[in-house]
């Protein structure tokens, strides 16, 4: 079936960095565009950052422009978010999210959850 | 950036009845407006897309309307299963917005 499972949350220092990671199976990786939308504790839905099918197309959130990078491995059916210079603002759920043709996002993982505490 | 205000903040509703939920955005977004549903613990899932064309799977009890700026999700008959968070979002431009949610909870 249709899954993704991310990976590489935990609990991270202000200022370190952190790599998450996202498995896609049951489906053709790399014809989905892929995102990632985040959720702070107790908070609504962010969006995070896209990625085209082909890696070449990019776009970021203002919050995360500049300290987060977005990647994908269409070889290994694998999504990735590098996220530098965190914050504690950056404390959330981070869902990896495959795009249905045309935006909507129709397929979403677990999530995995990323602390940023001293 | 398009804001996405989605009133009202809760909705208290018996079951069996009907449920209306509100969505504006800043600018048009066309009808590239989809609304997601979340409960506790749990990823959101995909509702409706396209404003008005439900997704896979979900009951003919949702529907939804709208284009340019103002948008509604309809439940129809509230069942228990449909107490949950309910998130509006635009994919016309970037960055992508989602609405700040509306929480519909048993009267």
Redesign the interface.
């Known amino acids: 079936q249709v899954q993704l499972v991310e990976s590489g949350g935990g609990v991270v220092q202000p200022g370190r960095s952190l790599r998450l990671s996202c498995a896609a199976s049951g489906f053709t990786f790399s014809s989905y565009g892929m995102?990632w939308?985040r959720q702070a504790p107790g908070k609504?839905?962010?969006?995070v950052a896209?990625i085209s099918r082909d890696g070449r197309s990019t776009?970021?959130?203002?919050s995360v422009t500049g300290r987060v990078t977005i990647s994908r491995d269409n070889s290994n059916n694998r999504l990735f978010l590098q996220m530098n210079g965190l914050m504690t603002d950056d404390t959330a759920v981070y869902?990896c999210v495959r795009e249905?043709e045309?935006?909507?996002?129709?397929v979403?993982?677990?999530?995995t959850l990323v602390t940023v505490s001293s | 950036?398009i804001v996405m205000t989605q009133s009202p903040a809760t909705l208290s509703v018996s079951p069996g009845e009907r449920a209306t939920l509100s969505c504006r955005a800043s600018q048009s977004v066309s009808s590239?407006l989809?609304w997601?549903q979340?409960k506790p613990g749990q990823?959101?899932?995909?509702l409706i897309?396209?404003a008005s064309t439900r997704?896979t799977g979900i009951p003919a009890r949702f529907s939804g309307s709208g284009s340019g700026t103002e948008f509604t999700l309809t439940i129809s008959s509230l069942q228990s299963e449909d107490f949950a968070i309910y998130?509006c979002?635009q994919?016309?431009n970037?960055?992508?917005?989602?609405?700040?949610?509306t929480k519909v909870e048993i009267k």
């Open positions: 995102h939308v609504g839905l962010e969006w896209h776009h970021y959130a203002d869902y249905r045309g935006g909507p996002l129709d979403w993982g677990k999530g | 950036e590239n989809a997601y979340q990823a959101p899932r995909l897309y396209g997704a998130y979002q994919y016309n970037w960055p992508w917005t989602f609405g700040q949610g």
